[in-house]
């Protein structure tokens, strides 16, 4: 049952994540991204994640995408004539996939995650506690680092879309 | 007496459970359209819908008229004319997601039921065991990622429909959800702050929350809504704008928009659009009783063990499990629908936001608000469990 669980969900992912490149419909395209996000969600359930599952569901199915088809539909797209590929872009392509490829099989293969002991992990997941306890204690740099990333982000946002009367300098 | 039930697939068995709660949300939900005209009758001193009634009705004496005045066969009336109507499909519209909008509204409306407890009993050793589809330990998470995935419906309604107001309806819908879900989601951090506290194991789940609500003595007792009055009021106006009611009714104004992201639809799809808002509402307005209204507990400071160790003294059979679900699955009902109600009160009072005061209040009030609400009761919980 959960192999045919996961087989479902990384076919059903896989085939949305490739209309999400194929189709020429932007609409089309953030609606095939919501469904593969959908599809990973599916498969963090299968791991027993559930919290990531849902996290994903709220910002990212919930939220992100909202925005992308809000902005889809704000600029009116029309369907866009397929270019194919430049020799740049193609050159891009492989690269990345190769370096993922790597990245992901030397992960897989000699990555060393900390195991905790399966007899004291609940059914329905880990305690929630447990992750606020490693993200403010163990990871608590990451965290710092990217909700600075965010705010420098927000930042740069308000700075390019705010008009600023009365000054000429600053357009 | 429930073995054969017991006997059947897990699968089976989850089936069956899912239909018998759509079975009762779904009436509900339509029963409500039927509430709110009456509802809005009696506001304004209006004898509202009172004429549709089965003739075999009409024959009993009293009781036939009583109920033709109640109206309660309008719904029927309705619910006939939507699925005999003519389901038409405008031609400029984009015909997949011109369909698949009103499904992917009544989905998430029926899914996040799954996440909420309605009752509890207790077993054979006191223990209180809460009565739900899927006991999740992040239940309110649950509720609010499948509830954030309803926007997508106004949006692809009014994407699809091809043509201008359903559009701008649905461009304020989006902007409108995402907006409030923010303070909304801030606004009930401080009670899950408080029911973790320190020794317990942490957990998002409502069940926690009423137990919470059902401890004894003057605190204990004391519901949430009464502890945290400010997080239950930044909810209680976010529910609002989320589930699109009135002041917050920007979307579906129809002086300025026609009707809203569904004005080119018609018939069955149209209901369930209806449907889908009206399950929101009964699924928010239970959310809220969950948080802030002591969940299935009859009154502040009295408990459900204390009302049925006090029914026990007139009732022989006040203790079995069965009693205790039935009645708490009632309590818990009834205040729900008391929520309803208190939605329909306000649709009625209060005039209907700007859209720009909707957007003002949503990110310079509310959320402000909420932030600092957050941190008041952050700071006031640590220094009282510590």
């Given at each position: 049952m959960a192999n045919f669980l996961f087989y479902a969900f990384a076919l059903f992912t896989l085939a949305t994540a490739a209309g999400v490149v194929a189709s020429k419909n932007a609409v089309n395209a953030a609606m095939c991204l919501l469904l593969s996000l959908v599809g990973v969600a599916g498969l963090f359930v299968a791991l027993n994640a559930y919290l990531l599952a849902f996290l994903l569901l709220l910002v990212y199915a919930g939220a992100i995408v909202a925005l992308f088809l809000f902005i889809v539909m704000l600029l009116d797209m029309k369907e866009t004539e397929s270019r194919g590929f430049g020799k740049l872009s193609l050159a891009a392509i492989i690269l990345a996939a190769g370096l993922l490829v790597t990245g992901l099989s030397t992960f897989a293969t000699r990555g060393r995650l900390p195991v905790g002991d399966p007899a004291l992990t609940p059914a329905l997941g880990p305690d929630i506690k447990l992750y606020a306890y490693q993200l403010f204690t163990t990871y608590l740099l990451p965290v710092q680092v990217m909700g600075f990333l965010l705010l420098i982000a927000m930042l740069g946002v308000i700075v390019l879309s705010k008009r600023w009367e009365g000054s000429d300098d600053v357009k | 007496m429930f073995d054969f039930f017991f006997q059947l697939h897990p699968v089976i068995q989850g089936l069956a459970k899912g239909l018998a709660v759509i079975m009762v949300i779904f009436p509900i939900a339509g029963a409500c359209s039927m509430a709110e005209r009456k509802v809005a009758a009696w506001i304004q001193d209006r004898p509202g819908p009172n004429r549709a009634i089965v003739p075999w009705v009409a024959w009993i004496p009293f009781v036939g008229k009583f109920l033709q005045r109640l109206g309660i066969f309008h719904v029927m009336a309705d619910g006939g004319k939507m699925l005999f109507k003519e389901d038409s499909l405008p031609g400029h519209v984009n015909k997949f997601y011109f369909i698949l909008a009103p499904i992917v509204a009544m989905v998430p409306a029926l899914t996040t039921i799954t996440a909420v407890p309605f009752g509890a009993y207790f077993d054979s050793a006191g223990k209180v065991i809460t009565l739900g589809l899927a006991p999740l330990d992040i239940g309110m998470l649950a509720v609010f990622a499948v509830s954030s995935l309803g926007v997508y419906s106004a949006i692809l309604a009014g994407w699809a429909s091809n043509s201008k107001y359903p559009f701008l309806g649905s461009v304020r819908a989006s902007a409108q959800l995402i907006s409030y879900e923010l303070s909304m989601a801030l606004s009930v951090l401080p009670v899950f702050l408080w029911v973790n506290a320190p020794g317990l194991p942490g957990t998002m789940s409502f069940g926690r929350v009423v137990e919470f609500q059902s401890l004894p003595g003057f605190f204990g007792g004391m519901w949430f809504g009464f502890l945290m009055p400010l997080s239950a009021f930044i909810f209680l106006v976010a529910l609002f704008a989320e589930t699109n009611r009135?002041?917050?009714d920007t979307v579906e104004s129809e002086a300025d928009l026609v009707g809203s992201f569904h004005t080119e639809y018609g018939a069955f799809k149209w209901g369930l659009f209806f449907v889908a808002e009206y399950s929101h509402m009964i699924v928010g307005s239970g959310v809220f009783m969950l948080l802030f209204g002591g969940?299935?507990?009859?009154l502040p400071w009295v408990s459900l063990a204390t009302a049925v160790d006090w029914l026990g003294t007139i009732l022989p059979f006040a203790h079995a499990p069965l009693f205790v679900g039935v009645l708490s699955i009632a309590i818990f009902l009834g205040k729900t629908l008391a929520m309803i109600f208190l939605f329909m009160w306000v649709r009625w009072t209060l005039p209907r936001f700007r859209y720009d005061q909707v957007m003002k209040i949503g990110w310079q009030k509310m959320l402000p608000l909420s932030i600092a609400n957050l941190l008041f009761y952050a700071i006031a919980i640590a220094i009282i469990q510590k």
């Open positions: - | 009135q002041p917050f969940g299935w507990n009859p």
